[in-house]
């Protein structure tokens, strides 16, 4: 991805026990953007939400926080994040994704200690 300039954002929305064989769907979804060589990706977790099935999903003490929800953000080029939308498909049975343009102020890497000697 370019240092700046326009770009895409994918946000997905999807629940904290979702699954994908066995592991946690945002997980899987993480290392296939990885894998697919995107710029990179974040997971948040929600104190509350609700989606499509309308049932708030809460952090507070009496709800248990069951199921909270998941937002994975993803933003690259957009040639880049449109070739990834089918592995969502393959993915996703309940939840959502939207993508929106962004402008990309400045997109830098960390240096690793091992590319400073």
């Known amino acids: 991805m370019k ?3 326009p ?7 999807v629940g904290e026990f979702d699954k994908w064989r066995h592991k946690p769907l945002y997980t899987e979804i993480v ?3 990885h894998a697919a060589g995107l710029a990179g990706a974040t997971v948040l977790r929600g104190q509350e939400g609700y ?3 309308n049932h708030i999903h809460t952090t507070r003490i009496l709800s248990l926080s069951e199921d909270l929800p998941m937002v994975i953000i993803i933003v690259d080029a957009a040639e880049r994040i449109r070739e990834f939308l089918p592995q969502l498909d393959e993915l996703i049975e ?3 994704a939207i993508v929106d343009e962004v ?3 400045r997109y ?8 400073l000697r």
């Open 31 to 33: 290392h296939r953007a």
């Open 103 to 105: 402008e990309v102020i």
């Open 7 to 13: 770009a895409l954002r994918l946000t997905i929305f």
């Open 3 to 5: 240092r700046h300039g």
């Open 94 to 96: 309940e939840g959502m």
């Open 51 to 53: 989606g499509a099935s």
């Open 108 to 115: 830098v890497g960390r240096e690793h200690e091992n590319d």
